[in-house]
Structure formats: C-alpha cells, structure tokens
Antibody
Framework: QVQLQESGPGLVKPSETLSLTCIVSGGSMSSYYWSWIRQPPGKGLEWIGYIYYSGGTNYNPSLKSRVTISVDTSKNQFSLKLSSVTAADSAVYYC??????????????WGQGILVTVSS | EVVLTQSPGTLSLSPGERATLSCRAS???????LAWYQQKPGQAPRLLIYGTSSRASGIPDRFSGSGSGTDFSLTISGLEPEDSAVYYC?????????FGQGTKVEI
C-alpha cells in the first residue's frame, strides 16, 4: 500500500522560505507524477505543481515565480520550496501521487497533510 | 485557467436519497481529465471518480459520474450517513490543474 507523509516546520516567518518534504513508502516513484496541493483553512484546494519522477516539473502560474519542486528517487522523496511567504500562504499542504495520462491526471494517493502557518 | 463552478454549495438530504452534484467548466474539458474527490473533516481528499465516469479502486458503485463538454455531475445513489463530506471536481484538460470550490453534502 502506497503511503505519503509530509514533514517540515509548522510555522514559517513572513518573507522566509517554506520547505516541506514528502516521503513515499510502499511503492516506487518511477513512472508517476508527484504533486503538491494546498488548502487554506476552511477553503478549497489549490494545485501548486508537480514533478515527474525523472525531474520534469510543471507549476501553477500563480505561484511559479516562488515555487521549486525537486525529487530524490534514491530516498523516495520529493520536496517543495515556496519563497517569500506571506500570511496568504498559510494552509494545509498535501503531497499526492498522480499516475498521469492513464488516470486522467487524478490524484490517487494523498498524504495526511501538514498545517503550515505563516506568522512572525 | 479553467474555472470549475460547483453547485449547489450545500445539499441537505436524508439517508437513502439520491444526490446530484454539478460541476460546470468555463471552457470545454476533455472527459478523460475530469475527476471527483470526497473530503471529510480533518482528512485528505479521497479519489472517487476519474475520467468523468470511472470509479477509483474500492469506491462503492453508488457513486457514479457523467458529463461532457462543460457540464459534469457526480451522483450518489442511496445516500449513507458516511457520505457526509465536501466533494470537489478537478480538471487537467488545460494547465493549470484546477479544482472546483466544493459542494458540501449533509445527511
């Protein structure tokens, strides 16, 4: 059974960089796309971007200038960096797996989510 | 960006009834790239439907999806108490991948 687990600081200061890691267990990262998705408290879902296991990326244009997603398949993990954060970046951050074209770019496995608050 | 508008905002029904949730897109969405998720409080979203009408693994057959073009729907036949949740549609027919704002189903 594939499992994803987010980790990282729960509190980040304004203007600093938010850094999160997602560890994938129970399966290989190969041939899959790996997404970051966030959800402000009480609000809807926003896709941040994805990375293919081989390293190709695609980011949401609304965040592209501040986002970097990287992958380390040797450690079965991928990471998110979001720079110059503000209070508007406070959210639950999810990592998720997308099989890609085969499943119509749906996300079939999700981490439990990690709440990140931006505050001084 | 493809904007997905879900309606109604909240649906209050009784056990055993049928729920029909709508997801309308601001432009044509390829049926292959329309999915539905269920999210319960404090939990991550759970994939229900992909490719407009294909049920994900382990999803009961009371959940069904349909639609084409700009209009899609999720139907829950024979509501169970555990179906109380927020339901989101998602598209990736065009980048960026977007979600609807959600429909809350109360039972």
């Amino acid at each position: 059974q594939v499992q994803l687990q987010e980790s990282g600081p729960g509190l980040v200061k304004p203007s600093e960089t938010l850094s999160l890691t997602c560890i994938v267990s129970g399966g290989s990262m190969s041939s899959y796309y790996w997404s970051w998705i966030r959800q402000p408290p009480g609000k809807g879902l926003e896709w941040i971007g994805y990375i293919y296991y081989s390293g190709g990326t695609n980011y949401n244009p609304s965040l592209k200038s501040r986002v970097t997603i990287s992958v380390d398949t040797s450690k079965n993990q991928f990471s998110l960096k979001l720079s110059s954060v503000t209070a508007a970046d406070s959210a639950v951050y999810y990592c998720a797996r997308a099989p890609g074209y085969a499943s119509g770019w749906s996300h079939d496995y999700w981490g439990q989510g990690i709440l990140v608050t931006v505050s001084s | 960006e493809v904007v997905l508008t879900q309606s109604p905002g909240t649906l209050s029904l009784s056990p055993g009834e049928r729920a029909t949730l709508s997801c309308r897109a601001s432009q044509t969405v390829n049926t292959r790239y329309l999915a539905w998720y269920q999210q319960k409080p404090g939990q991550a979203p759970r994939l229900l439907i992909y490719g407009t009408s294909s049920r994900a693994s382990g999803i009961p057959d009371r959940f069904s999806g349909s639609g084409s073009g700009t209009d899609f729907s999720l139907t829950i036949s024979g509501l169970e108490p555990e179906d109380s949740a927020v339901y989101y549609c998602q598209q990736y027919s065009a980048t960026p991948l977007t979600f609807g704002q959600g429909t809350k189903v109360e039972i």
